[in-house]
Structure formats: structure tokens, C-alpha cells
T-cell receptor, first 113, second 118 residues
Framework: DQQVKQNSPSLSVQEGRISILNCDYT??????FLWYKKYPAEGPTFLISISSIKDKNEDGRFTVFLNKSAKHLSLHIVPSQPGDSAVYFCAASEQGGSEKLVFGKGTKLTVNP | EPEVTQTPSHQVTQMGQEVILRCVPI?????FYWYRQILGQKVEFLVS????????KSEIFDDQFSVERPDGSNFTLKIRSTKLEDSAMYFC????????????????FGSGTRLTVV
């Protein structure tokens, strides 16, 4: 039951370039989407979120795009830095204020100097 | 920056034993959560807790599991009669507001307890 899918287990980019991490979802009841970053031996750290009423949210180097018709979102990191190397999880929450986050399997991003 | 603290960082237990995982949420937070991540798998929701009651739970959170806020600072997850498949990283999280009022919707996770059942 993969309601949130991150089809790329890993991504490698050069420092200074753009990193694009993708996420697809199947549940039409999701109305809030989040990206978390996770370093080894640490818990997930909240990065950025987007409501379903928006198609873009930006925070510094991080931008999340949401395409509701395609049930697809993406996280853009520009410019990528070696410190961005981590596992990135896409997560979603259902309408009605559900406290439950449904996570994807994650994409391991490596930014090479 | 305030942190969610989890202890121990790694716990090894024998199959069939009871284990208690401990969490100290951020001090002014009122909403608490447990998630787990089996090695190589996604992070999965177990339970949310507010006002001394479970507010939501997943199908994973069966009678084997229980949560408690025994005092004003700790939040615990008890697993009775552990099984091999309970081996996972268990994450505690907390928030000061419910989902409907959180501006960015995210909540704060601890670093996790790695539970190994042998």
C-alpha cells in the first residue's frame, strides 16, 4: 500500500547544480505535503511543506512544486551544497486535520563537491 | 533549539520480552507521536496522543503496543512480548499545536531508538 511513492532511491548531483527530488501520491484525500530531511543516526527534520491549495512554496534554496492533477510533487534545491547530502522523505497528510503523516521510502541525495 | 530526546539510543531485547521506549518531548508541546522505520523501509505512523488519550492509531498499533504519559515530561511506548519483526528504529515526535492549526504542518522528531529483537 504505497500511497506516497518516491521512485528514485538515490540521486547524485554536483555542488552548485539543481537537485530535483520527485514524489507521487495516489490518495486524493491528501491535502498537505511535506518534505523531511534525514541524516544518519538522526530523526527526520522538517524542511518545507505545501498545502493543496497552492502549487508552489519557496523557502530560501528550497522550493516545492505541487501538481494536483498529476498527483505529483517535487522538491528543488538550488544551488545544491555538500551539506544537503541526506535522505529526503516526502510525506502527506489527509484532509480533516489528520495527525498521521504518510511517508515515502525516501531518496538519498549525494551532493559532490 | 528545543529537542525531542529519546532514550536509549539502542536497545537489544530477547524475543518475548517487554520493552519500554522513552521520549521526552519538547516542554510546551501537547501532541505526541510514535513512528517506526524498519530497516530499508519507509517511516510508518504508529500512534498520536493528546490529552492523555490516543487520538489516532494505525493498524500496526495493535494490542501489543501501548503508550503512556506517566508524568509531565515523559512519553513512553511499551511493546509487550516483542517479536523479531518489531526490530526497527522507533521515532518519537511532538508538536505544540494540532494539525489544523500548525502553520507549516511539520512536527519535531527525536533521533530515534534502534530496537533489536533477538
Amino acid at each position: 500500500d504505497q500511497q506516497v511513492k518516491q521512485n528514485s532511491p538515490s540521486l547524485s548531483v554536483q555542488e552548485g547544480r539543481i537537485s530535483i527530488l520527485n514524489c507521487d501520491y495516489t490518495n486524493s484525500m491528501f491535502d498537505y505535503f511535506l518534505w523531511y530531511k534525514k541524516y544518519p543516526a538522526e530523526g527526520p527534520t522538517f524542511l518545507i511543506s505545501i498545502s493543496s491549495i497552492k502549487d508552489k512554496n519557496e523557502d530560501g534554496r528550497f522550493t516545492v512544486f505541487l501538481n494536483k492533477s498529476a498527483k505529483h510533487l517535487s522538491l528543488h534545491i538550488v544551488p545544491s551544497q555538500p551539506g544537503d547530502s541526506a535522505v529526503y522523505f516526502c510525506a502527506a497528510s489527509e484532509q480533516g486535520g489528520s495527525e498521521k503523516l504518510v511517508f515515502g521510502k525516501g531518496t538519498k541525495l549525494t551532493v559532490n563537491p | 533549539e528545543p529537542e525531542v530526546t529519546q532514550t536509549p539510543s539502542h536497545q537489544v531485547t530477547q524475543m518475548g520480552q517487554e520493552v519500554i521506549l522513552r521520549c521526552v518531548p519538547i516542554s510546551n508541546h501537547l501532541y505526541f507521536y510514535w513512528y517506526r522505520q524498519i530497516l530499508g523501509q519507509k517511516v510508518e505512523f504508529l500512534v498520536s496522543f493528546y490529552n492523555n488519550e490516543i487520538s489516532e492509531k494505525s493498524e500496526i498499533f495493535d494490542d501489543q503496543f501501548s503508550v503512556e504519559r506517566p508524568d509531565g515530561s515523559n512519553f513512553t511506548l511499551k511493546i509487550r512480548s516483542t517479536k523479531l519483526e518489531d526490530s526497527a528504529m522507533y521515532f518519537c515526535a511532538s508538536s505544540d499545536l494540532p494539525a489544523t492549526l500548525r502553520v507549516n504542518y511539520g512536527y519535531t522528531f527525536g533521533s530515534g531508538t534502534r530496537l533489536t529483537v533477538v
